[in-house]
């Protein structure tokens, strides 16, 4: 077995051959799972200098919840509406390996370092999002088997637009007219 700090390593390098070598290890399930829930973790305690301690909890499951319709989002469309002919795998499948792509939301953890104010943090939160989305291109483009780059930018861009109009509603919904 591969240690999950290596693993996130090259998931954040965006080593396309990791994906080829978790495919088949039975520890990976477990990793990947960790991978996103330390991602939210990190977004979580990231925001918590600038908000207070009461959006930690908040803030992680926001971001847990936004990264499994990412994925399920861009897992559907990228085996279903996308694929090329030798896209073989099934939307689980896919979940489990690009849960890896979330590694670099690690680095949201620098948010909570006091002094670094709200424009900091902000500049963190986009470079995490920007590193994650390049990621998760890889991951897919080698998930999917795809021969370019294209069609994984297509399925990450879709489902991201589909998760942020799904948050968008549940938002909405919460307050309906504040949006908090």
């Not at 495919?23 to 990947?32: L, N």
């Not at 926001?62 to 085996?79: D, K, N």
């Not at 080698?142 to 861009?157: E, F, M």
């Given at each position: 077995m591969k240690?999950l700090g290596?693993?996130?390593?090259r998931?954040?390098?965006?080593?396309?051959s990791?994906y080829?070598?978790?495919?088949t290890?039975?520890?990976?399930?477990?990793q990947?799972s960790?991978?996103?829930v330390?991602s939210?973790?990190?977004?979580?305690v990231?925001?918590v200098?600038?908000t207070?301690?009461?959006d930690?909890?908040?803030?992680?499951?926001?971001?847990?919840m936004?990264?499994?319709i990412?994925?399920?989002?861009t897992?559907?469309?990228?085996t279903?509406?996308?694929q090329?002919?030798?896209?073989?795998t099934?939307?689980g499948t896919?979940?489990r390996l690009?849960?890896?792509?979330?590694?670099?939301g690690?680095?949201?953890?620098l948010?909570a370092?006091?002094g670094?104010?709200?424009?900091?943090?902000?500049?963190?939160?986009?470079?995490?999002?920007?590193w994650?989305l390049g990621?998760?291109?890889?991951a897919?483009?080698k998930t999917?088997n795809?021969?370019?780059?294209?069609?994984?930018v297509?399925?990450?861009?879709i489902?991201?637009?589909?998760?942020?109009?799904v948050?968008g509603?549940?938002v909405?919904?919460?307050?309906p007219v504040?949006?908090?």
């Amino acid at each position: 077995m591969k240690t999950l700090g290596a693993r996130m390593i090259r998931a954040a390098k965006c080593d396309g051959s990791l994906y080829d070598e978790i495919k088949t290890d039975r520890y990976a399930p477990a990793q990947a799972s960790i991978v996103v829930v330390l991602s939210a973790v990190a977004a979580g305690v990231g925001i918590v200098l600038q908000t207070g301690i009461g959006d930690f909890f908040l803030k992680t499951l926001q971001t847990m919840m936004e990264w499994y319709i990412w994925a399920l989002a861009t897992a559907v469309v990228g085996t279903r509406v996308l694929q090329e002919p030798k896209t073989r795998t099934d939307v689980g499948t896919v979940i489990r390996l690009i849960s890896f792509a979330s590694a670099p939301g690690v680095i949201r953890l620098l948010g909570a370092i006091p002094g670094l104010g709200s424009t900091v943090g902000g500049f963190i939160i986009g470079v995490a999002s920007i590193w994650t989305l390049g990621a998760m291109v890889v991951a897919v483009r080698k998930t999917l088997n795809y021969t370019t780059s294209t069609r994984a930018v297509g399925a990450c861009v879709i489902g991201w637009t589909a998760q942020y109009f799904v948050m968008g509603i549940l938002v909405s919904l919460r307050d309906p007219v504040s949006g908090t």
